[in-house]
């Protein structure tokens, strides 16, 4: 009994392997911690990507005095471009003007066309335009105040996917828009759409 009592008791004072053994209960939570940073640090970066694109869309069209089917193209080619390293095909965006009634102050849509981007990245105008010319919309109040004149709006959805996913297993799309004057002209045309005229819509 004696000898037991020893051993017992050199057992419970013996610390070899205590740092392995602490270190196996860390790990775990290390693990985690690390992958839950990265994929955050991801997220972030994407959220602030799909603002950069909504600006960006925004901003090309402002800066033109008449817009085609090439050119939003083109605008969308950039969108894509700023996506970069993360995949553009979830990235679902729009350019619309609209026009601010001079009397009553109602944002009623001039020209609206949507931008979709393909597996393959190949981009395209949607077939369907996320708002009908004439439809009344919401603005924020300070650009509604500015009666009788036209606004270039824009807007951006991404779905993002985590890579690893032990965090962050989902997430509800990223979305922005963006808002600028047209800068050259009163309003930018789509000669395309058969809006050859700054006449407000009806």
């Known amino acids: 009994m004696q000898k037991i009592s020893l051993h017992v008791r050199d057992l419970l004072s013996d610390r070899s392997g205590l740092a392995a053994v602490e270190f196996a209960m860390i790990f775990p939570i290390m693990v985690v ?22 600006r960006t869309l ?52 001039q020209w609206s066309k949507g931008l979709t981007i393909g597996p393959t990245g190949d981009v395209s105008i949607a077939a369907a335009a996320p708002h009908n010319p004439g439809d009344v919309v919401t603005l924020p109040l ?43 002209v009163l309003c930018v045309t789509y000669p395309t759409a058969g809006l050859s005229d700054c006449a407000a819509p009806k």
Not at 41 to 47: K, L
Not at 59 to 79: C, H, P, R, W, Y
């Open 33 to 54: 911690l690390y992958f839950g940073v990265v994929e955050f640090s991801s997220a972030i970066a994407v959220d602030r990507k799909a603002t950069q694109v909504a």
């Open 58 to 109: 925004s901003d090309l069209t402002s800066q033109s005095m008449t817009v085609a089917d090439t050119d939003i193209k083109n605008f969308g080619e950039a969108a894509k471009a700023i996506m970069t390293p993360y995949p553009p095909s979830p990235l679902v965006s729009s350019i619309t003007e609209v026009y601010i009634d001079k009397v009553s102050g109602v944002a009623r849509v």
């Open 142 to 184: 300070a650009l509604v105040a500015a009666k009788g004149t036209f606004v270039i709006w824009s807007e951006v959805s991404y779905q993002y996917t985590p890579a690893i996913g032990i965090v962050l297993t989902s997430l509800p799309p990223f979305r922005d828009v963006a808002y600028t004057r047209p800068r050259l």
